[in-house]
């Protein structure tokens, strides 16, 4: 037994029995209990919150989860869709632009992003903000590209527009049908002048044939003369086929078209005849290009066969003696 304490209470006047610490040591005991029974409470609760969803909470989860893989799948279609492009921005810039003489378009141009630092801002702060921002970016770059890559399609239809109004215009056809030619006596070079005799510069190929063989003109364009005020040329005709292009037919017997009439390539213009400084029923047909006499050899592709041209290339080079 432990002794029993005292102590004198000055207030009281009386003797008071000494408490012992031991009611204290008790109160802190079942103070500490209580503080880790409560701790142990918090934790478990949250570790159980972590591991046990509510049914509602799954549902989200399974949706967040089908979200992610289908951004996944949209992505490989933006992917697919990419590639697709570019070879289409490939073929435009190697192929079309190329054929028709258009610069390339720079791949910076075409895949140029968008301005404004802001622009995704509202995207950000969420835990799959950067898929999100990705996908929208790349989905952003691919709308760019397929306008600009429109935009460069209607470019190349106006070309091809053009081009084909080129392709009509230029000289292209021999003047008289082969089938009309008695023989082609000769071609540009320098040959001997069937009045002289002398060596010059024939400028123009000649087709012999008979006198009224029907002359064709050779490419789109405007007759600017039809007259024979022209020294030694006779009756001629000159057509402005435009891009620096002029035709010129000469001896003619007969005119079928007056200056200022727009002709059509193929489109019968005179007769062949000898007119002028001329020896025997021929034509004599020059091209002008920018003012030069150019041989006319290189503009029969529209109507011979490669053995016709054969034939005609052999025969212009024969160092006879022209009509003029
Ligand atoms: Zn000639």
């Known amino acids: 037994m432990s002794k029993v304490k005292y102590y004198y209470d000055s207030e009281t006047l009386s003797y008071r029995k000494i408490e012992s610490k031991r009611g204290r040591k008790i109160g802190y005991v079942i103070l500490f209990i209580t503080s880790v029974v409560l701790c142990s409470f918090l934790l478990l609760t949250i570790i159980f919150n972590t591991a046990l969803e509510t049914p509602k909470e799954k549902v989200l989860q399974r949706e967040l989860a089908n979200m992610k893989f289908q951004y996944d799948l949209l992505n490989k279609k933006v992917a697919h869709a990419e590639a697709v492009l570019a070879n289409i921005e490939e073929r435009d810039n190697n192929i079309y632009r190329l054929y028709f003489e258009a610069n390339p378009i720079p791949e910076e141009q075409r895949k140029a992003g968008f301005g404004g630092v802001n622009r995704y801002e509202a995207l950000y702060n969420y835990e799959n903000s950067d898929l999100i921002v990705e996908t929208t970016k790349r989905l952003e770059i691919?709308?760019?590209?397929?306008?600009?890559?429109?935009?460069?399609?209607?470019?190349?239809?106006?070309?091809?527009?053009?081009?084909?109004?080129?392709?009509?215009?230029?000289?292209?056809?021999?003047?008289?049908?082969?089938?009309?030619?008695?023989?082609?006596?000769?071609?540009?070079?320098?040959?001997?002048?069937?009045?002289?005799?002398?060596?010059?510069?024939?400028?123009?190929?000649?087709?012999?044939?008979?006198?009224?063989?029907?002359?064709?003109?050779?490419?789109?364009?405007?007759?600017?003369?039809?007259?024979?005020?022209?020294?030694?040329?006779?009756?001629?005709?000159?057509?402005?086929?435009?891009?620096?292009?002029?035709?010129?037919?000469?001896?003619?017997?007969?005119?079928?078209?007056?200056?200022?009439?727009?002709?059509?390539?193929?489109d019968l213009i005179g007769f062949v005849g000898s007119t002028g400084r001329s020896q025997a029923p021929h034509l004599h047909y020059e091209i002008r290009k920018n003012g030069d006499k150019i041989n006319p050899i290189n503009f029969y592709y529209g109507n011979l066969s490669a053995k016709e041209f054969e034939e005609l290339l052999l025969n212009a080079a024969k160092q006879n003696q022209s009509l003029d």
Not at 180 to 190: C, I, N, P, Q
Not at 191 to 217: L, V
Not at 232 to 256: E, P, Q, T
């Open 142 to 266: 691919l709308q760019k590209q397929l306008v600009v890559q429109s935009k460069s399609l209607d470019e190349i239809a106006k070309l091809a527009e053009d081009k084909e109004e080129f392709l009509s215009s230029i000289p292209a056809i021999q003047p008289v049908n082969n089938e009309d030619l008695t023989r082609m006596a000769s071609g540009y070079g320098f040959r001997n002048d069937p009045f002289t005799k002398a060596r010059k510069m024939h400028w123009g190929m000649d087709f012999t044939a008979p006198k009224g063989t029907p002359i064709y003109a050779s490419g789109d364009g405007v007759v600017i003369r039809a007259d024979n005020s022209a020294s030694g040329f006779g009756k001629h005709i000159r057509i402005d086929h435009g891009y620096g292009y002029v035709s010129l037919y000469a001896h003619m017997s007969k005119y079928n078209v007056r200056k200022g009439k727009k002709v059509k390539r193929g």
